[in-house]
């Protein structure tokens, strides 16, 4: 099945009201735990990496390596840059072929997130490549000194303005979700996201998607969310199997690890509508 872009299949979710899962890999058996999942349940997937995980998992490999696998799927498979703060990292992954890339100016002033969301547009959109940028902040990322995001909800009418003003494509919201495990129960605020939908009119992410529940998911998709992403509840997955399998042999090791996270992008993916839409 040919390479989709996020755009594509963003539409199509859009349309008839479903999520679409987004999930982020550093290694060949993530990015086949993400595939296999969505062959399983039939479903449209994206996958791809963030900046911050570069330190582990070297751009130049783990690149090809999604788009070799993404081509070779059964089903639909977007490959999406996520969290990215350094134009090069962008560039590379344009210069790559992924069809989608999310420049995050949420830790810069409002300002400078306009004007630099808004290059990156002018440079992605002629390429073909749709560009997600995120305003408020979703709080849970670490920056490079350690020092954890604090949360910032997304203002409806700055929303307006800034899809006006930069032209991005896809619009990361922030209305209540945090990155990583969360440390009280999560509150979302669903009246905000219905607010934001209304200014609006480009498809919604809905960051940190790992332990949220099934009425989480159906109330944020019903209120305008089409991507959600999810990156911690997969490693989660992952770990757990490992330790569970330690007297294994290191292969047999990995192998538990893959399928406990392809179990976990499954799972995903069911709560999200998206089986069974390939
Ligand atoms: P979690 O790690 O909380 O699932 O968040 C993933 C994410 O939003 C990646 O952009």
């Known amino acids: 099945?040919?390479?989709?872009?996020?755009?594509?299949?963003?539409?199509?979710?859009?349309?008839?009201?479903?999520?679409?899962g987004f999930f982020n890999t550093v290694n060949l058996e993530m990015v086949r735990a993400c595939i296999r999942a969505a062959e399983e349940a039939n479903s449209p997937i994206i996958i791809g990496t963030a900046e911050a995980l570069l330190e582990?998992?070297?751009?130049?490999?783990?690149?090809?390596?999604?788009?070799?696998?993404?081509r070779n799927a059964r089903v639909p498979v977007a490959v999406h840059l996520d969290h990215s703060y350094q134009v090069e990292t962008i560039l590379?992954?344009?210069?790559?072929?992924?069809?989608?890339?999310?420049?995050?100016?949420?830790?810069?002033?409002?300002?400078?997130?306009?004007?630099?969301?808004g290059e990156i547009v002018r440079v992605a959109k002629p390429m073909g490549v749709g560009v997600e940028c995120e305003l408020g902040r979703v709080g849970g990322l670490s920056d490079e000194t350690g020092r954890e995001d604090s949360m910032v909800y997304t203002d409806p009418l700055e929303a307006r303005d800034f899809?006006?003003?930069?032209?991005?494509?896809?619009?990361?919201?922030?209305?209540g979700t945090v990155h990583g495990v969360y440390k009280s129960e999560p509150r979302l605020d669903i009246g905000l996201l219905e607010k934001i939908r209304e200014a609006v009119d480009v498809p919604l992410v809905l960051h940190g998607g790992s332990g949220l529940s099934e009425e989480d998911f159906?109330?944020?998709?019903?209120?305008?969310?089409?991507?959600i992403n999810v990156f911690t509840d997969v490693i989660l997955a992952a770990r757990a199997a490992?330790?569970?399998?330690?007297?294994?042999?290191?292969?047999?090791?990995?192998?538990?690890?893959?399928?406990?996270?392809?179990?976990?992008?499954?799972?995903?993916?069911?709560?999200?509508?998206?089986?069974?839409?390939?």
Request: glycine share 8%; with cysteine; charged share 30%.
């Open 1 to 20: 099945m040919a390479l989709y872009t996020m755009k594509e299949l963003l539409a199509d979710a859009r349309k008839k009201g479903y999520g679409i």
């Open 56 to 70: 582990y998992a070297d751009f130049d490999w783990v690149a090809p390596l999604m788009l070799e696998q993404a």
């Open 92 to 117: 590379r992954a344009l210069r790559a072929g992924f069809g989608s890339v999310m420049y995050d100016g949420s830790r810069s002033d409002h300002r400078d997130n306009v004007r630099v969301s």
């Open 163 to 175: 899809i006006e003003a930069t032209g991005a494509d896809f619009l990361a919201v922030s209305i």
């Open 218 to 227: 159906k109330k944020t998709i019903a209120g305008g969310i089409s991507k």
């Open 242 to 278: 490992l330790l569970e399998s330690k007297d294994l042999s290191y292969i047999d090791m990995c192998r538990r690890a893959e399928e406990a996270m392809q179990d976990a992008v499954r799972a995903k993916l069911t709560l999200f509508g998206s089986a069974g839409r390939a």
